[in-house]
């Protein structure tokens, strides 16, 4: 029991109603001191982050037409221990292993937008759908990481 009241605190604790004709629902946290002032200039600046990022790894592995795909062990293998790492993190909440996940997996996925691009251009990835949701996860992934550590460094609390 106690390790899910720990995993209740760690998320999203209450979706309620805002008013009584049922029309907005509000998310309500359990700390509630924890607002951020620049929040949306912040998710622009991730926003516009992942995009240079995307497009400069796209244009790189499309011009150059260097074969990436030997990337794909390492980069496996990486994601693995990142997923690990996370996990352990998720118990021991130590700011600095957050901040390092981040940076990694800004790297790790920043590699895997170039070796999922040089898949598709080299014609290693045949099946659009799998290859479309790959990108789509990279990019997300990368903004994720990308804008938690613009919340940490810059990010203007009440």
Known sequence: MAIIDFLKKQFIDIIEWTDDSRDTLSYRYPDEDKEIKNGAQLIGLAAGGTGI???????????????????GKFLFIGLILLIIASLANLFFQVPALALTISVIAILI?????????????HGGETNYVMATLGLFL?????????????????GERD
């Open 138 to 154: 990279s990019i997300y992934n990368l903004f994720i990481n990308l804008l938690s550590l613009l919340m940490a460094f810059s």
């Open 53 to 71: 990022i995307f497009f400069s790894l796209a244009t790189l592995a499309t011009v150059t037409r260097k074969d990436f795909s030997f990337m």
């Open 109 to 121: 996925f920043s590699a895997y937008i170039l070796f999922d691009v040089s898949r598709i251009v």
